[in-house]
């Protein structure tokens, strides 16, 4: 399974971050799956941004969710982030990743991850 | 959410030696705790599961314990492809938390 990150690397402030993850390998539809949208910057290290499963159910981090929307794309097994009027604190690498379970642990972890996506807002 | 602190933020050692991270939760999170290691330009990359599960192609020098709030990663005879950033996570509630990373530098 790989995951590919897509979209703008430059944002205006004000402006809409939308990227796009694709996934290779699994039917993001099928298998009970998280399809997690991750960010990392310098100032805030690692934050979940939130999950989207097989059936279009999502789950926000509570710090973003008035900005945040994630889809899904069954027909290109693409799953998207949408975050509305980004400021320079929203620059950051943006990650997708799965979290997902193995076949006898009821934990969970994140696995594949995407390469990363460095988006920078700036004027 | 779930708060995660990992301990030291930083730390230096060589070759060959063995080195262990601490990381605690906010609140009880029984063993739903991850380990990941992170390269430079690099994702994160999951070496243990279930707090002491090592992933599957991890050497077996890395090893996780810990159950509740306190947990421990240790790295036994450090390799040179050791040196690197490592997180701890929680998978026990969203929106999942991670630490603020432990950077394992060369003395």
């Known amino acids: 399974v790989q995951l590919q990150e897509s979209g703008p690397g430059l944002v205006k402030p004000s402006e809409t971050l939308s990227l796009t993850c694709t996934v290779s390998?699994?039917?993001?539809?099928?298998?009970?799956?998280?399809w997690t949208w991750i960010r990392q910057s310098p100032g805030k290290g690692l934050e979940t941004i939130g999950t989207?499963?097989?059936?279009?159910?999502?789950d926000y981090n509570p710090s973003l969710k008035s900005r945040v929307t994630i889809s899904l794309d069954t027909s290109k097994n693409q799953f998207s982030l949408r975050l509305d009027s980004v400021t320079a604190a929203d620059t950051a690498v943006y990650y997708c990743?799965?979290?997902?379970?193995?076949?006898?642990?009821?934990?969970?972890?994140?696995?594949?991850w995407g390469q990363g996506t460095l988006v920078i807002v700036s004027s | 959410d779930i708060q995660m602190t990992q301990s030291p933020s930083s730390l230096s050692a060589s070759v060959g030696d063995s080195v262990t991270i601490t990381c605690r939760a906010s609140?009880?999170?029984?063993?739903?705790l991850n380990w990941y290691q992170q390269k430079l330009g690099r994702a994160p990359k999951v070496l243990i599961y279930?707090?002491?599960t090592l992933q599957s192609g991890v050497p077996s020098r890395f090893s996780g314990s810990g159950s509740g709030t306190d947990f421990t990663l240790t790295i036994s005879g450090l390799q040179p492809e050791d040196f690197a950033t490592y997180y701890c996570?929680?998978?026990?509630?969203?929106?999942?938390?991670f630490g603020q990373g432990t950077k394992v530098e060369i003395k």
């Open positions: 996570q929680q998978s026990f509630s969203t929106p999942r938390t």
């Open positions: 989207i499963d097989y059936s279009g159910s999502t």
């Open positions: 609140r009880d999170i029984n063993n739903f």
């Open positions: 279930a707090a002491s």
């Open positions: 390998g699994a039917s993001i539809d099928r298998g009970i799956y998280y």
């Open positions: 990743a799965r979290d997902g379970w193995g076949d006898v642990s009821p934990v969970s972890w994140f696995d594949p």
